[in-house]
């Protein structure tokens, strides 16, 4: 069960009870006389308040905060623009509150006691038909503070239909008809009538919408105290004086998977306060609350502009849904980043922006679904490897390889350049496929694997349907004990136009008298093995070779 986000306003009596810290700001009258007024423009930010005779006439003996639970309760003061707003957010354990309370000096027992400020209630706060945002005026004389035989009036909001309700004598909750926004700044105004021609009654006003007089649990009660709570579930409230210059709230954009376990992406108990992830502006990180590999499913489009796997544990985002990697709508570019361990895209990657992908030394990212470049770069960096497992359907968009290492099987639906990476096609062996352009700079490897004598299934092909413009180095090595015989060839690469040439090429040792045969490799792409030739033709070849040795000075050749 969903632990309860509780935001309390509380009117106590008699009990001095403490709250959490909370820079609030707000007007408290009793017959339409001020008695608390309070902005807390001149406090220090992050300290626990506790202020004597604030209010206008020293109405109110104190203002006091606290913290209760083990988990972060951040109900610090947020500075936006010029002004300082009353913050108060607990996290998801069930003991996390946090609290704000101005004592009176004398109770009041008559009249109208009215509560006025602008809040604001952020639509991370989970949706929940439970207790989630409170206002209660108490009786403290009766009983501990808080417990529900002090309770005279109680007011909930409703975050599941956005409505106030509050609770009659007979228990319940009835809805006010008055309804609220979330993400929006609005005028919130609590009247408690003690007598009058409603006696015992209480009207709630939201930008100056209203409800009718609603009735009070305890008769004739003495409040003491207003207090401000929000407890457990992710609850959050921002607090201002009523026409104080706002401004957005700084909510959380970056979360966090929280739990040892497999779950879903769309559940926010699975993240850190705030989550799920499901924006451009939003970070998600994978990091140390596993102990085991897990899976996080989606069956729904998400979001995002960052994702950092951080875990020696393998995470794997899976299911019938995708991620989507767009910009934070500031400027900043998406991006991948591995830390340590092996993970993995199951699902669906799409790229709204041009994209980095770092994946730090002896680590691996994997993509064994489609990833969409749609026309954007993906920039690849680190030393580590990205894995390509499945087709890249892009309509254009470049890959561009800086470090490390690309392999895989698959089709990139546009262009490839490595300038100072690896590629490495197939799972050992294998085919990349690229539909567009290849290029290869001078510090790029394009490392090719020979394991039998079929193409793609038992030695690595690179095909570019475009032009290849090679650089760098061409590396062959073979696996699984392979030996090559004499007259055997490798189709190792394909291309629809050609441009430059291999600086260096890295040859496997061969046995038996052979010898590997490159004539033909800017012609058609192939390796051959040859037997080794005699001495005397090893010599004829050296003095023709010195009479070209201007025109191919650059080109090394060598078995390794």
């Known amino acids: 069960m969903k632990a309860t986000t509780t935001f309390t306003l509380l009117l106590f009596v008699g009990f001095v009870f403490a709250l959490s810290p909370a820079l609030l700001a707000v007007t ?26 604030i209010s206008p006439d020293g109405n109110f003996e104190e203002w006091i905060t606290k913290v209760v639970g083990t988990g972060q309760v951040n109900s ?30 004398d109770d009041v027992t008559s009249g109208t006691l009215t509560v006025e400020f602008d809040g604001y ?5 989970p949706a929940t038909n439970v207790v989630q945002t409170q206002v209660r005026f108490e009786e403290a004389d009766e009983g501990v503070p808080g417990s529900d035989d002090d309770i005279a009036f109680q007011l909930r909001w409703n975050t599941m239909d956005n409505h106030l309700y509050w609770r009659p004598a007979a228990g319940g909750n ?48 003495t409040i003491d105290f207003v207090m401000f709570r929000v407890a457990q579930d992710g609850g959050e409230l921002f607090f ?23 779950g879903n992406w769309g559940d926010a108990d699975n ?11 939003h970070t998600a990180i994978f990091g140390n609350a596993i102990d085991s590999p897990q899976t996080v499913f989606t069956n729904a489009a998400v979001t995002v502009n960052s994702i950092q796997f951080e875990n020696a544990f393998g995470y794997a985002v899976a299911g019938q849904g995708s991620v989507n990697l767009a910009d934070d709508g500031g400027g900043g570019l998406p991006s991948v980043s591995v830390a340590q361990g092996e993970h993995q895209f199951q699902a669906i990657v799409n790229l709204a922006a041009n994209t980095s992908v770092d994946v730090a030394g002896g680590s691996t990212l994997i993509f064994n679904n489609a990833l969409n470049l749609a026309g954007n770069n993906l920039t690849k960096t680190g030393t580590g490897e990205m894995a390509i497992r499945n087709d890249l359907v892009t309509g254009g968009g470049t890959i561009n390889i800086q470090e490390g290492t690309v392999s895989g099987n698959g ?27 290849f290029a290869q700079g001078e510090q790029g490897t394009l490392h090719m694997e020979l394991a039998g004598n079929v193409a793609g299934s038992q030695y690595d ?9 090679l650089a760098g180095t061409l590396e062959v090595s073979l696996l699984d004990g392979f030996e090559p015989q004499a007259g055997d060839t490798f189709d190792i690469l394909q291309f629809g136009a050609l441009s430059g040439d291999f600086g260096r090429i890295l040859l496997p040792s061969l046995g038996g008298a052979l010898a590997w045969d490159e004539s033909a490799l800017l012609i058609n792409g192939s390796l051959s093995v040859v037997p080794e030739p005699s001495v005397w033709v090893i010599l004829l070849a050296g003095l023709v070779s010195c009479s070209f040795s201007a025109a191919r000075s650059r080109r090394q050749c060598r078995s390794i």
Request: net charge negative.
């Open 121 to 125: 209630i952020p639509s991370s706060v």
């Open 411 to 437: 089709t990139v639906g546009g262009n490839v350049n490595n300038q100072g990476g690896t590629i490495s096609p197939g799972n050992s062996p294998g085919v990349i496929a690229v539909e567009g352009d």
């Open 174 to 221: 009835v809805d006010t008809g008055v309804t609220f926004l979330r993400d929006t700044w609005q005028t919130y105004q609590f009247d408690y009538n003690f007598n009058g021609a409603n006696p015992d009654s209480v009207v709630v006003t939201v930008d100056g919408n209203s409800s009718g007089a609603l009735g009070t649990i305890i008769e004739d009660p």
């Open 76 to 105: 610090l003061g947020e500075v936006m623009g010029t002004n300082v707003v009353g913050h108060i957010q607990a996290t998801d354990l069930p003991a996390d509150q946090a609290e704000g309370r101005a004592d009176f000096f």
């Open 271 to 281: 993240w850190t306060l705030g989550g799920p992830p499901d924006s451009g502006g």
């Open 461 to 469: 092909q690179f095909i570019v349907a475009g032009e290849a413009s």
């Open 28 to 53: 408290i009258s009793h017959n339409a006389t001020t008695v608390f007024d309070e902005n807390f423009q001149n406090q220090v930010l992050g300290e626990t308040l506790v202020t004597d005779n």
């Open 240 to 262: 201002d004086r009523v026409g104080e210059p706002q401004f957005a709230p700084s909510l959380p954009t970056s979360f966090s998977w929280a739990v040892d376990d497999s």
